[in-house]
């Protein structure tokens, strides 16, 4: 009888997610850093919220409507049903309205946090990454909204980009609502439909978008999108508002001038700035770069927002009888990573441990006390980890881009001094164990 085949798992990961190395890992730790920095600086209190949430807490509030599960990785826990949250700001609703006596108001919270979402992937657009949150709940006063955009501005600027690289683009709901009005769009459905397509039109552009305001649009790979059912003179009209970049509405109009105030420059009124989810109320964000981003061949990409976000002043109130309004940005990390790498004068130095070369097994006691010598001078090091005779240890150290290796033989032993090679020179010194640590310091 022959034996049943084994079937082998795939090393494939699912689309869009990924493998991260440590120079992405590294980039990622020192935006958070400086995020962290300056939301202390701002005043704001740090909070997590679980991944997983009951769907019906979490809401539909996602752009892409057209996939399943609305966009959400979900599963049935015995009565109810769990979902992976998609952003961060749907659960600090849920946390606002579960401790709406006990927080202050307004409240000030900031939260880095993966978020998962159901959607197609592109370039720097992953299904699973990690977003950043700045949030003020409890207010109307429009100085929160100016100030959120002054915080990120801020944010990137220490990241390394200049006043050049990046522009933050202002909206706001209330004109997309009269405009909605003056057109006689008045289902929920038709108005989110007709929003969603109006989000795409930087990816886009207007004769795409058309089609999705319209009968609908087949992309390239043949997925259909449905329409708005809009009519051509709707349509006309439609371009030719969002075309108009005027403000005219009372909350663009004060946020300018909390703007000034701030003596913050680097904004652009836009009316096609729009943000595919449907809770925004009010003024709306959008953080674009100026800068080419390049996929993985080489090839410039239409990059899109690293971030945004918006006023949302109902939605708290949708877990009770909360007059809870609200605003909030966000930034996808690892988009801004993905954009970030690709300027050159962005560079972070990765710390690669000094080898310590084993000679002899029998003398690992020896080779164990000059490893704690350099470990209690605060130096990456290691007695090398692996089997093998002294070519396989310096092509090991040589790959993971060792600054030095320690040679400690029988030669070193009679003498007493320990041999330090460099290998970005390959030089080689003698030394005493005790000075050991600054000689490597002079390397490194």
């Known amino acids: 009888m022959d034996k049943e085949k084994k079937i082998k798992p795939s090393k494939e990961l699912p689309l869009g997610f990924v493998d991260r190395q440590e120079k992405e890992l590294l980039t990622r730790?020192?935006?958070?850093?400086?995020?962290?920095?300056?939301?202390?600086?701002?005043?704001?209190?740090?909070?997590?919220?679980?991944?997983?949430?009951?769907?019906?807490?979490?809401?539909?509030?996602?752009?892409?409507?057209?996939?399943?599960?609305?966009?959400v990785f979900s599963f049935k826990d015995e009565?109810?049903?769990?979902?992976?949250?998609?952003?961060?700001?749907?659960?600090?609703?849920?946390?606002?309205?579960?401790?709406?006596?006990?927080?202050?108001?307004?409240?000030?919270?900031?939260?880095?946090?993966?978020?998962?979402?159901?959607?197609?992937?592109?370039?720097?657009?992953?299904?699973?990454?990690?977003?950043?949150?700045?949030?003020?709940?409890?207010?109307?006063?429009?100085?929160?909204?100016?100030?959120?955009?002054?915080?990120?501005?801020?944010?990137?600027?220490?990241?390394?980009?200049?006043?050049?690289?990046y522009i933050v683009k202002i909206s706001s709901r209330t004109f997309t609502k009269e405009l909605f009005d003056e057109l006689n769009i008045q289902t929920d459905e038709q108005s989110a439909v007709t929003l969603r397509a109006l989000d795409k039109l930087d990816r886009l552009g207007w004769e795409e978008v058309k089609k999705i305001l319209g009968k609908g649009r087949e992309d390239k790979s043949g997925d259909f999108t449905k329409g708005a059912d809009l009519d051509d003179k709707q349509i006309k009209v439609l371009e030719k508002k969002i075309k108009e970049k005027k403000p005219n509405t009372s909350d663009i109009l004060e946020i300018m001038k909390i703007f000034k105030a701030y003596d913050f420059t680097n904004y652009q009124y836009d009316p096609s700035v729009i943000r595919g989810l449907e809770y925004y109320t009010g003024p709306i964000f959008e953080v674009n770069l100026?800068?080419?981003?390049?996929?993985?061949?080489?090839?410039?990409?239409?990059?899109?927002?690293?971030?945004?976000?918006?006023?949302?002043?109902?939605?708290?109130?949708?877990?009770?009888?909360?007059?809870?309004?609200?605003?909030?940005?966000?930034?996808?990390?690892?988009?801004?990573?993905?954009?970030?790498?690709?300027?050159?004068?962005?560079?972070?130095?990765?710390?690669?441990?000094?080898?310590?070369?084993?000679?002899?097994?029998?003398?690992?006691?020896?080779?164990?006390?000059?490893?704690?010598?350099?470990?209690?001078?605060?130096?990456?090091?290691?007695?090398?980890?692996?089997?093998?005779?002294?070519?396989?240890?310096?092509?090991?150290?040589?790959?993971?881009?060792?600054?030095?290796?320690?040679?400690y033989g029988e030669d070193e032993i009679k003498s007493g001094k320990i041999t330090l090679r460099n290998l970005k020179s390959g030089e080689e010194s003698n030394t005493e164990i005790e000075n050991l640590p600054n000689e490597i310091k002079k390397i490194l």
């Not at 202390?40 to 509030?61: A, H, M, N, V």
């Not at 801004?336 to 097994?361: H, T």
């Not at 089997?387 to 881009?401: D, S, T």
């Open 290 to 407: 100026n800068f080419e981003v390049k996929n993985a061949k080489g090839k410039t990409i239409q990059f899109g927002s690293i971030g945004g976000g918006g006023r949302y002043d109902n939605l708290v109130s949708n877990f009770g009888n909360l007059d809870c309004p609200a605003t909030g940005i966000s930034i996808g990390i690892d988009r801004l990573v993905y954009a970030l790498m690709q300027k050159k004068k962005f560079n972070i130095k990765s710390i690669k441990p000094v080898v310590i070369c084993v000679f002899n097994k029998e003398n690992i006691k020896d080779y164990i006390e000059i490893l704690k010598k350099l470990r209690e001078a605060k130096i990456s090091s290691e007695v090398y980890p692996g089997e093998g005779n002294l070519k396989k240890q310096m092509q090991y150290a040589n790959k993971i881009g060792s600054p030095a290796v320690i040679l």
């Open 29 to 71: 730790d020192f935006i958070i850093s400086n995020i962290k920095e300056v939301m202390i600086k701002y005043g704001f209190q740090y909070l997590e919220t679980p991944s997983f949430e009951y769907t019906d807490s979490i809401g539909k509030f996602l752009p892409d409507k057209e996939r399943p599960d609305q966009g």
């Open 79 to 165: 009565k109810n049903w769990l979902s992976l949250r998609y952003d961060l700001t749907a659960p600090l609703a849920r946390y606002v309205a579960k401790n709406y006596l006990e927080i202050p108001k307004p409240f000030k919270r900031y939260q880095l946090g993966t978020v998962w979402r159901n959607e197609k992937p592109g370039p720097g657009r992953f299904r699973e990454f990690i977003q950043f949150d700045a949030d003020y709940v409890g207010t109307k006063n429009l100085q929160a909204d100016a100030e959120l955009c002054v915080l990120i501005s801020e944010i990137l600027e220490k990241c390394g980009l200049t006043k050049d690289d």
